[in-house]
């Protein structure tokens, strides 16, 4: 963005324009400011809300795993690490496609989206607890 050099002197700006000079604001310019800091807030709420969103799904992850577990019937000779990896990764999945289906953001307690993240990690307990009992 180009800065102006500022300009003395009365009068209308319609009138400096024809004598060669420009105002020292004028409605453009305030308009290139305006966007320029909207778009520096957006950029920075973004990375707010993306850190947000991240450690969110960390521990809903953590609780999902959990609940996946107990939910499963018989022992899971799995770690709790594995448990946790499988639980984030089933709450980033089930929010995407949460967010497809379009029933990501809801008034108050999103039960459908959390509902489609525990299935989806009750599958990956599952899948990883047989894969892991094949290999032994």
């Known amino acids: 963005m180009q800065r102006r050099p500022i300009q003395h002197g009365g009068g209308d700006p319609e009138s400096r324009r024809g004598k060669g000079r420009r105002p020292i604001f004028d409605d453009l310019s305030a308009s290139r400011v305006k966007l320029q800091v909207e778009s520096e807030i957006r950029h920075f709420d973004g990375g707010l809300v993306m850190i947000g969103?991240?450690?969110?799904?960390?521990?809903?992850g953590i609780i999902i795993g959990a609940l996946?577990?107990?939910?499963?019937?018989?022992r899971q000779n799995i770690s709790i690490?594995?448990?946790?990896?499988?639980?984030?990764?089933?709450?980033l999945i089930g929010s995407l496609i949460a967010s497809v289906l379009g029933v990501a953001n809801t008034k108050g307690i999103d039960w459908t989206e959390h509902l489609i993240q525990l299935l989806l990690a009750i599958?990956?307990?599952?899948?990883v607890t047989r894969l892991k009992g094949t290999k032994q």
């Open 68 to 74: 996946a577990r107990l939910i499963l019937p018989g």
């Open 81 to 91: 690490g594995l448990t946790i990896i499988v639980g984030i990764v089933a709450a």
């Open 53 to 60: 969103a991240i450690f969110g799904a960390i521990i809903i």
């Open 123 to 127: 599958v990956g307990v599952y899948t």
